[in-house]
């Protein structure tokens, strides 16, 4: 898209690969020419059904936080590091799966499933304790960060640069669509299926039919087709001519250096910034709109659909948009300032305990809009970005970033927990509270209107006559009820076994408090969210691409005009291809 060209060489194409067979072609995938539009459509689709499964898996334990909370007895700041355990374990995967530029891709996602499904199903779920859960959630972590690797890249070798943002808008659709499904799922089962393990098993199912397609279905690229730069599709015939004369190793040839760049580094970490909020939703809107606005927990995930809905729908259109016009930066920029506006108005919505559900739901629509255009014209770019490096290095690049992304939401994520400090009582004593408060509200109004001191002269002695009949004419008095009545209610009182008043009296005043500061600390995360995603718009203009789709369709004709003549040149010999070297 920037006038790139190719490698030249004159090879003769390669000869076709004998047709493995069943049990070969379980292991060894690459596939020695490019493929037609039909087959390749098919690659494509299994790595983005891969990728939504994916996510489906690691975000279902998310839709039922609080109640894996209460089964294994965490603490709310304990599951959160289960979080940052996962993420600071996934960001090293993403490093390993740099490798996938040497080792392939198609193996680390076809046999990854495998993995990610058997840990889903039938790990987690029969996890004996939150030491294990964690150990095994970590796990899945592992996994997905080589599987975040080789799946986009599987996506840029299968895509040429003037469809890549479409191809990028539909991979990207894999977390948000796996949000959407756990969401979806879990705000329609929770009521039949109360138990947390019920959603993960389904995922888990979900994850191992994908696995048994990917296994018999996906291929991938040979090295030495994959590690040129394709800008159409009209550069295949040029490709396959030239893959004989490749070397890969030689392609490869200081990977990691050639990634260590401004614009991969600067551009990965403003990604990561601008996504802290994405990531927040993902894990905490449950839990945010169930302990500040009182919503149950399929209602919660009942808003989130809007947000996925809206995210996913903007991915695709953005990716079409972006190839029709040839450009990203405009997008990522436009994306950006809508995005925004949305979560500036979420965040001053925070304090408003008024706000009503389809409010939420149009404000979150439109920052998960403005979110999803410039997040597909990123990822588009970014591996532009990255070829316009070093073409045979874009796992290498897309490693870096997943392992920035990672490390991101793992600080992100020890952030929010210092940040929103009120959540933690309201997650690990705030139900008990409300439903004690529920079961003895009567009790309760009772002993509000006694005086403390004849509170305390009755818990040190119940039989106390004096105590007694003092309380009696408090309640009497304040209630407005005759003396039977007022005795009758302060009876009741005393059979309230002692051990529920002793949580109530310890733990109330602190779930009261939560209570008042919650919505006041979730906004400043969310400003805190705002202010990261500011931070991402200068890194549009150390990236590759245009900024004028004029100059992009020339940079495009060019091009094209440039691999005829290299094509001419091969035809007509050595000699002639030769000249087309001088002259380009």
Request: glycine share 8%.
């Amino acid at each position: 898209m920037d006038g790139q060209t190719l490698t030249h060489g004159s090879a003769p194409a390669p000869e076709p690969a004998p047709a493995p067979s069943l049990v070969r072609g379980l292991w060894y995938r690459q596939l020695p020419h490019y493929p037609d539009r039909r087959p390749r459509m098919l690659y494509l689709g299994i790595v983005v059904a891969t990728t939504v499964i994916l996510y489906y898996e690691l975000y279902a334990q998310f839709s039922v936080a609080p109640r894996i909370i209460a089964d294994y007895h965490m603490t709310f700041t304990y599951y959160v590091y289960v979080s940052v355990i996962g993420n600071a374990v996934g960001a090293f995967a993403s490093l390993l799966a740099g490798l996938a530029d040497r080792w392939g891709r198609a193996n680390l996602v076809a046999y990854g499933l495998l993995f990610t499904g058997l840990l889903t199903a039938v790990g987690i779920p029969n996890a004996p304790d939150k030491v294990t859960f964690t150990v095994l959630v970590a796990g899945l972590n592992f996994v997905e960060g080589i599987i975040l690797v080789a799946t986009p890249a599987l996506i840029r070798d299968f895509s040429p640069q003037l469809g890549r943002a479409t191809a990028m808008g539909f991979w990207t659709l894999g977390p948000v669509i796996g949000s959407l499904v756990v969401t979806s799922v879990s705000s329609h089962t929770l009521v039949a299926h109360p138990d947390w393990q019920f959603q993960l098993r389904v995922a888990g199912v979900a994850g191992l039919v994908i696995f048994v397609v990917a296994l018999f279905g996906l291929r991938e690229l040979s090295p030495k087709l994959r590690d040129q730069l394709m800008v159409s599709m009209r550069d295949r015939a040029l490709i396959e001519a030239r893959a004989a004369g490749l070397d890969p190793a030689r392609a490869l040839d200081r990977q990691w250096r050639s990634m260590l760049r401004l614009d991969v580094i600067g551009s990965a970490i403003a990604i990561s910034l601008f996504l802290v909020f994405y990531y927040a939703a993902v894990g905490s809107f449950v839990v945010y709109f169930t302990t500040t606005f009182g919503y149950s927990t399929a209602r919660a995930n009942s808003l989130a659909n809007w947000y996925w809905a809206a995210n996913a729908i903007a991915l695709v259109v953005a990716g079409l948009l972006s190839d029709r016009l040839k450009v990203r930066k405009p997008l990522m920029v436009a994306g950006g300032i809508v995005s925004l506006v949305g979560l500036s108005v979420f965040a001053s919505r925070g304090t408003h305990p008024d706000t009503g559900y389809y409010t939420f739901a149009v404000i979150t629509m439109v920052t998960a809009i403005g979110g999803g255009i410039a997040y597909c014209a990123w990822m588009a770019s970014f591996t532009e970005t990255v070829e316009a490096h070093n073409p045979a290095a874009t796992a290498t690049g897309l490693a870096v970033w997943g392992w920035i992304i990672r490390i991101t939401v793992s600080v992100s994520s020890i952030a929010l927990t210092l940040v929103v400090t009120a959540v933690t009582p309201l997650v690990d004593q705030g139900p008990r509270v409300q439903a004690l408060s529920a079961k003895y509200s009567t009790q309760l109004a009772t002993i509000a209107v006694v005086d403390p001191t004849t509170l305390a002269a009755l818990s040190a002695n119940p039989l106390n006559p004096t105590a007694a009949a003092t309380a009696v004419g408090e309640i009497a008095r304040k209630q407005g009820v005759s003396v039977p009545e007022a005795t009758a209610r302060l009876v009741a009182v005393g059979q309230v076994p002692a051990a529920d008043l002793a949580f109530l009296r310890k733990n109330g005043p602190t779930v009261a408090r939560a209570a008042r500061n919650g919505p006041h600390q979730w906004q400043h995360w969310w400003w805190v969210c705002v202010i990261c995603q500011i931070l991402f718009l200068p890194c549009v203009f150390v990236m590759a691409g245009r900024w004028s789709p004029r100059r992009a369709r020339q940079d495009a004709r060019e091009h094209d005009e440039l691999v005829e003549r290299e094509l001419a040149a091969i035809a007509a010999g050595p000699s002639a291809a030769s000249g087309v070297d001088a002259a380009g």
